[in-house]
T-cell receptor, first 110, second 111 residues
Framework: RKEVEQDPGPFNVPEGATVAFNCTYS??????FFWYRQDCRKEPKLLMS???SGNEDGRFTAQLNRASQYISLLIRDSKLSDSATYLC???????????FGQGTTLQVKP | SQTIHQWPATLVQPVGSPLSLECTVE??????LYWYRQAAGRGLQLLFY??????ISSEVPQNLSASRPQDRQFILSSKKLLLSDSGFYLC??????????FGSGTRLTVV
């Protein structure tokens, strides 16, 4: 079993839709989780850190469910510019290294 | 502010040739440094990480090596490239358990 797993998609949604991605992880001791956005042929960029209490940044909401060992990303009112690949990352010990999922591709259509 | 530089952006190399990719970080001290590879349409694979000068941990056995000759410099090397070494190489840094900042990446094609 992979340490971090994501549904690769693609998720094809119309503008204005709400879409949610999940990411499951196997290291229950991990204390840090992140969502990254990667545009085609570009480096990943940090979108949000994921806190135990959940956190929101505009149209984006991230949540952590430790009991079921998954993190989620909710995007409301999707924009064309949200089209990208979304990667989840799990901290893996005191070295600071992150293990990433395969990424979920989102295509927002007009 | 902190910045990370990675070069070259694109590289085409013949099979059997050597490789050297460089990554430098500015504006911070003693960062954790990482090398990842992303094959076409695939996720990020951690290759090496370093928590200090001269300290290198390898995640997967392969045709590559890494070195950290200075605090903010991380180098990825190979003596002889294979076709399977093609991919998008990304350097990243963080402090402790923070999220990463990635460099802009090097797209390597081995021909």
């Amino acid at each position: 079993r992979k340490e971090v797993e994501q549904d690769p998609g693609p998720f094809n949604v119309p503008e204005g839709a709400t879409v949610a991605f999940n990411c499951t992880y196997s290291n229950s001791a991990s204390q840090s989780f992140f969502w990254y956005r990667q545009d085609c042929r570009k480096e990943p960029k940090l979108l949000m850190s994921v806190y135990s209490s959940g956190n929101e940044d505009g149209r984006f909401t991230a949540q952590l469910n430790r009991a079921s060992q998954y993190i989620s990303l909710l995007i409301r009112d999707s924009k064309l510019s949200d089209s990208a690949t979304y990667l989840c990352g799990q901290g893996s010990g005191n070295t600071g290294k992150l293990i990433f999922g395969q990424g979920t591709t989102l295509q927002v259509k007009p | 502010s902190q910045t990370i530089h990675q070069w070259p952006a694109t590289l085409v190399q013949p099979v059997g040739s050597p490789l050297s990719l460089e990554c430098t970080v500015e504006g911070t001290s003693n960062p954790n440094l990482y090398w990842y590879r992303q094959a076409a349409g695939r996720g990020l694979q951690l290759l090496f990480y370093s928590v200090g000068i001269g300290q290198i941990s390898s995640e997967v056995p392969q045709n590559l090596s890494a070195s950290r000759p200075q605090d903010r410099q991380f180098i990825l090397s190979s003596k002889k490239l294979l076709l399977s070494d093609s991919g998008f190489y990304l350097c990243a840094w963080n402090m402790e358990d923070d999220g990463y900042t990635f460099g802009s990446g090097t797209r390597l094609t081995v021909v």
